[in-house]
């Protein structure tokens, strides 16, 4: 089961709430074998190319791989997707000298579509994403995009991180909820 472009809102939670043997779905409708809510974006087509975006809560990057696999298992289109780029972030807390000290553990892949981690992980840090994770899946279409590529999928990047929970409108999200400048006419005075 694949999350279609309904939001599912970050509900919390713990891997101990979720047994292994579960049933297919959990009482809040998320499939078994991945013990926190998925969120999904719309998928996006341009110029012939496909874009989707899913993201959750993450506790460990050891935990990323199953993340991975569970959105494949969840539906046999993802399984035929060209590209599967992703960005996490986390806050990881280490004793140092009697205190504890909390730092980022972050992490990307480009998934054959160059520069693309940084990206994801510069939406993450801009819209001060923590325990997140961010996975865009593109099926390449034949035509090249060129610099469109990059706003599809931080528009779809984003979209999934607002349905779960993760940015919202206050929070500095650079693309979305910015007000756009005033244009100026032929005088170079402002409207």
């Known amino acids: 089961m694949v999350y279609p ?3 599912r809102p970050y509900a919390g939670g713990t891997a101990a709430n979720v047994s292994q043997g579960e049933a297919e779905s959990r009482s809040d409708g998320s499939p078994a074998g991945w013990p926190y ?3 999904a974006s ?3 087509e341009t110029q012939k190319s496909t874009f989707i975006a899913y993201s959750s809560r993450i506790a ?3 935990d990323l791989p199953d993340f991975i696999s569970h959105l494949r298992l969840s539906s046999s289109r993802l399984k035929r997707a060209t590209h599967c780029m992703f960005a996490f972030r986390m806050a990881s807390s280490t004793p140092s000298e009697g205190a504890q000290s909390t730092q980022m553990v972050c992490g990307q892949d480009d998934g054959g579509e160059s520069g693309a ?3 994801l992980m510069s939406v993450l840090e801009k819209g001060e994403c ?3 994770v961010v996975v865009v899946w593109r099926w390449y ?3 090249k995009l060129g610099g469109e590529r990059w706003r599809v999928i ?3 990047a984003r979209e999934a991180l607002r349905n779960g929970g993760f940015l919202t409108e206050g929070k500095r999200d650079t693309k979305a909820g910015t007000t756009p400048k005033a244009k100026s006419n032929a005088t170079g005075k402002r409207r």
């Open 130 to 132: 923590v325990g997140a």
């Open 141 to 143: 279409g034949g035509v």
């Open 37 to 39: 809510p998925v969120s």
């Open 5 to 7: 472009s309904a939001s």
């Open 117 to 119: 981690g940084n990206m």
């Open 60 to 62: 460990s990057a050891s």
């Open 154 to 156: 931080g528009q779809v």
């Open 42 to 44: 719309s998928y996006v």
